[in-house]
């Protein structure tokens, strides 16, 4: 079964909308997650770590403030992108750890369509 | 930063073609991972590669690990239709992906 869900599958919304993504770790806590962005044909580029009761780390060129990520328990990881604009468009997947030396498990992703 | 580029960009093969792809990081890597994913999908491990020239098997997948450990191969044998998809080779610890390698299966 699933080890990540993540939610919604797939947002289209207006310009200057807020939108919200949701990352569950469903089998054990996690308090390291990962957001990825993913545009068409291109690979997953990371966009920043969040880290359970602590400040997300972000990646260089990624903007804090139009990406709000919020790790409040072990268990689930938000991504709000705010204001959103067309160049938002994009796929983003959440991970989590799997423990040492243990792969990553994905989220199925969500498909963000701004308007 | 730290670079991890892979080639080809894309590969169209007739099926029951043989397929590699290759990967190459700018920095020595402690381990190494690769990913499949399906058009539409979301990236699914395939296998972690840990030491310096390692070789592993999955039925017709050969993943190889070079000595320097800076670069990676994945090979298929004989591909299938079932194969199409991107595949990725990652770095660790937060996974740097590295460009991906687009495969096509034609029947």
């Known amino acids: 079964g699933a080890v990540v869900s993540q939610h919604p599958s797939w947002v289209i919304c207006k310009s200057g909308t807020s939108v919200k993504i949701e990352c569950r770790s469903l089998?054990?806590?996690?308090?390291?997650m990962f957001w990825y962005r993913q545009f068409p044909k291109q690979s997953l580029m990371l966009m920043a770590t969040s880290n359970e009761g602590s400040k997300a780390t972000y990646e260089q060129g990624v903007e804090k403030d139009k990406f709000l990520i919020n790790h409040a328990s072990l268990t689930l990881s938000t991504l709000t992108v705010t204001s959103a604009h067309p160049e938002d468009s994009s796929f983003y997947i959440c991970?989590?750890?799997?423990?040492?030396?243990?792969?990553?498990?994905f989220g199925d992703g969500t498909r963000l369509s701004i308007l | 930063g730290q670079q991890v580029m892979q080639i080809p960009q894309y590969q169209h093969v007739q099926e029951g073609e043989d397929f590699t792809t290759y990967c190459n990081s700018s920095?020595?890597?402690?381990?190494i991972q690769w990913y499949k994913q399906r058009p539409g999908g979301h990236p699914v491990f395939l296998i972690q590669?840990?030491?310096?020239?390692e070789v592993k098997k999955q039925k017709r997948l050969t993943f190889q690990f070079g000595e320097a450990k800076k670069n990676s191969s994945l090979h298929i044998t004989a591909t299938q239709t079932t194969d199409v998809g991107t595949y990725f080779c990652a770095a660790p610890d937060k996974l740097i992906f590295g460009t991906g390698t687009r495969l096509q299966v034609f029947p």
């Open positions: 089998d054990f806590q996690a308090t390291t």
């Open positions: 590669l840990v030491k310096s020239g």
């Open positions: 991970s989590v750890l799997g423990g040492n030396d243990q792969p990553q498990h």
């Open positions: 920095t020595t890597l402690s381990n």
